[in-house]
């Protein structure tokens, strides 16, 4: 199973050797940015623990349960919605799940999006780590770690994710078949973010930003094509991208400003329920003029 996973050879050597060693820790937080396989290399992770031969062998009941989900001994908590948190509800199911008994001797939990948990998710979750049950390993998957109460950051074993080389990109579009503007935005973005976006998304993406640069008024008749939140997530990020490959080489007052209004944005764009058509007005509005 290992062979599916590109890039990250260094922490897939770390893994395996922890876990063959039979000192697994009971939590660990895998953190990096958004797209490069944390969540996978956590899934291998579970394979390794809970598979007789401590090796993710893909053959196995307990690996071939896991590659489908259905693993009793295997959990995954995440929210769908990004803008909505982990709950204490959800933690508490987590908890309970954790008190079973295990078929396969351990247990695995992923926690995806794990800076998502609320206050009261978070402090429910500190008790939990505080006293572990025993054989039961907690993986948390993050591209926010600094979004996480430093108690529980301290309680894991840190694992940090480095962002896919331009050849493991490169790779995976390969064995996936990716080309065009979506080979160009996952290569832009140095990972696979944006893999499962509409072809016809990331066109409107690349037309909106060009015209924005132009400062094109006409752009301003678009707006209604915004109220779609992956063409919006999509346009903001690659304005971010030509923006900071501008500052490395400028670093005018205007560049500044623009960054200023652009990092605005992107709080809200995230954090709040502001249409998103006005959002981009905005930014142009303050670019343009």
């Not at 132009?214 to 903001?236: F, P, S």
């Not at 990092?263 to 809200?268: A, G, R, S």
Request: aromatic share 10%; proline share 3%.
């Amino acid at each position: 199973m290992r062979e599916e996973v590109v890039g990250h050879s260094r922490i897939l050597d770390f893994l395996e050797r922890i876990v063959k060693s039979e000192r697994m820790p009971h939590a660990l937080l895998f953190s990096g940015k958004r797209g490069i396989g944390k969540f996978k290399v956590a899934t291998l992770l579970a394979m390794m623990y809970l598979c007789k031969t401590r090796d993710a062998c893909g053959s196995c009941k307990s690996c071939k349960s896991i590659g489908k989900g259905v693993h009793e001994d295997f959990k995954v908590v995440f929210v769908p919605d990004k803008k909505k948190n982990i709950s204490i509800e959800d933690i508490r199911e987590l908890k309970e799940w954790t008190y079973v008994g295990a078929s396969s001797g351990g247990k695995v939990a992923i926690i995806d999006d794990a800076h998502l948990m609320s206050i009261e998710a978070a402090n429910a979750f500190l008790k939990t780590l505080e006293e572990p049950p025993i054989g039961t390993v907690f993986v948390l998957v993050t591209p926010s770690p600094y979004k996480l109460p430093q108690t529980i950051v301290s309680r894991c074993l840190n694992v940090r994710f480095q962002p896919l080389t331009k050849e493991d990109i490169e790779r995976i579009c390969e064995i996936k078949g990716v080309s065009g503007l979506k080979r160009k935005l996952c290569l832009m973005s140095g990972s696979m973010t944006f893999l499962d976006y509409e072809d016809k998304t990331i066109s409107k993406a690349f037309e909106i930003v060009d015209r924005f640069e132009r400062g094109d008024y006409n752009l301003l008749a678009m707006l209604d094509d915004l109220k779609d939140e992956a063409l919006m997530e999509l346009v903001l990020f690659m304005i971010r991208y030509r923006l900071n490959k501008r500052l490395k080489e400028e670093r005018d007052k205007k560049l500044m400003d623009v960054h200023k209004e652009l990092t605005y944005l992107e709080k809200m764009f995230y954090w709040s329920n502001v249409s998103y058509s006005s959002l981009f007005e905005y930014l142009f509005l303050k670019v343009v003029l």
